[in-house]
């Protein structure tokens, strides 16, 4: 399992015993199985489940190759969450979907959360210029970004991507852990708080820089861990005193001498090089190599960002 979710470069067509592990952590995380072997594996190498996204596009691109049995469970636990209430964030980009009761119900003070939702698009888009995610339709209610707080587990958020709306476009949503207690290195608002720079980052990756106009598949698997590189760091560029990302850079600094490639990395433990190119260069360098991604593999792009 360890191996199948560090590796940043999976086939197409997994082997039965990946798809299988594949399963069994997707399942895990959703609370519908339970393995205190797996739970274990967890705690040793957290990272694994930090962010749902790869776990995620994995699934989806692999889905037609799961037994009719496992197809039937993953397709009902990748739809949206179906939570009682829903509150819009101030500046009325966000919707958020929330329970009181419950396993899903949320473990932190709402209003700073939707303080926290509107001070990440305050930076990630008017500050440092990205284009919005696009527009999900009516997907959620309405056509504001959704934002579904549910039991997760240990993993800290997951982006789901859904439809094809343009050539490097994909609409998504989001799901965050609902109290971020037992399990998790960050606790709390504070951890929501970084989550949501992450994975809104994810979100604006997603929508407006899919790779290789690829319509089976949004994100290049060779490329997966350009994505949490950059998620990472965005969660110390929004949220500078809340440092989660510190927890992760153990498992580069115990092999400093690999390549960025080396699939012992996540990507989770390599945010401190975008940390260190903006502190050097600014934030223009880390930009420039989002908006070569749709054509050019991240290496390439970071090479020509210079």
């Not at 999976?10 to 594949?22: M, N």
Request: glycine residues 6%.
């Amino acid at each position: 399992l360890i191996l199948l979710m560090s590796s940043k470069i999976l086939p197409q067509e997994l082997s039965k015993v990946e798809l299988d592990s594949l399963y069994s952590l997707f399942t895990f995380i959703k609370g519908v199985n339970t393995s205190d072997r797996l739970q274990k594996q967890l705690q040793e190498n957290p990272a694994i489940t930090k962010c749902g996204m790869e776990i995620v596009n994995n699934i989806k691109k692999n889905l037609q190759f799961f037994s009719t049995e496992q197809q039937n469970v993953l397709s009902k636990l990748l739809l949206r969450p179906d939570l009682p209430n829903t509150i819009v964030s101030p500046n009325g980009f966000f919707r958020v979907h929330y329970t009181t009761v419950g396993n899903d119900a949320i473990g932190y003070d709402l209003n700073q959360l939707l303080s926290a939702l509107d001070s990440t698009y305050s930076f990630e888009i008017n500050f440092l210029g990205y284009p919005v995610p696009p527009s999900d339709g009516s997907a959620g209610g309405d056509d504001k970004y959704d934002i579904y707080i549910v039991n997760l587990g240990n993993t800290y958020g997951i982006t789901t991507w859904e439809d094809y709306v343009g050539i490097t476009n994909w609409s998504s949503f989001i799901q965050i852990d609902n109290d971020f207690a037992d399990g998790f290195n960050t606790h709390g608002i504070n951890a929501a708080q970084v989550t949501l720079a992450h994975e809104f980052y994810h979100a604006i990756q997603l929508g407006n820089y899919a790779q290789y106009n690829n319509t089976a598949n949004p994100i290049r698997g060779i490329d997966s861990y350009f994505f949490e590189i950059s998620s990472t760091s965005m969660e110390e560029f929004v949220f500078d005193d809340v440092d989660d990302y510190k927890y992760y850079i153990r498992y580069y600094f115990q092999n400093p001498e690999n390549a960025i490639l080396n699939t012992s990395f996540s990507g989770y433990d390599l945010a401190i090089w975008n940390i260190y190119l903006q502190k050097n260069f600014g934030f223009d360098i880390l930009k420039n190599q989002w908006e070569q991604i749709p054509t050019t593999p991240a290496i390439k792009a970071i090479a020509l960002s210079f």
